[in-house]
């Protein structure tokens, strides 16, 4: 046979027209109730301390996977010749501050990413 629920039990209770002996039952009731669910509490708890600590040694993993990576990575190409970096530097420069050097979809571009209206006369 099944258990009442807690709430029905709880719903039930009218203090004003239950005797002593009544209510004493029904403490008594309620507290089996918890009681008979704590070891399924218990076993739900230690099921997610569980599921906590595997996330947070898969985290603890990735992080070091990748430093590890990035210690083992080589430096970038721009770094062993700061010469290209410069000419790139000069070249995005010039393009980027002269609109006659730029072809027509690359000045349209340049023209709507401003905030402020300005006179792009060429």
């Known amino acids: 046979m099944a ?3 807690t709430k029905e039990s709880v719903e039930t209770i009218d203090s004003k027209n ?5 209510l004493g039952e029904k403490r008594k009731e309620i507290t089996e109730y918890y ?4 070891p399924h509490l218990e076993t739900q708890l ?11 040694t898969r985290a603890e993993r990735l992080q070091a996977q990748m430093f590890i990576a990035n210690t083992m ?3 970038p190409e721009a770094d062993e010749n700061p010469e290209a970096q410069s ?7 010039e393009v980027r501050l002269d609109p006659t050097k ?3 979809k690359v000045a349209a571009e340049q023209i709507k990413r401003t905030l402020k209206r300005q006179n792009n006369e060429v």
């Open 73 to 75: 990575a080589p430096p």
């Open 18 to 22: 239950m005797s002593k002996e009544q």
């Open 46 to 56: 230690k099921y997610e301390q569980l599921l906590r600590d595997i996330e947070k």
């Open 35 to 38: 009681e008979g669910n704590i």
């Open 3 to 5: 258990k009442k629920s």
């Open 87 to 93: 000419e790139m530097k000069k070249n995005f420069n």
């Open 102 to 104: 730029m072809d027509g």
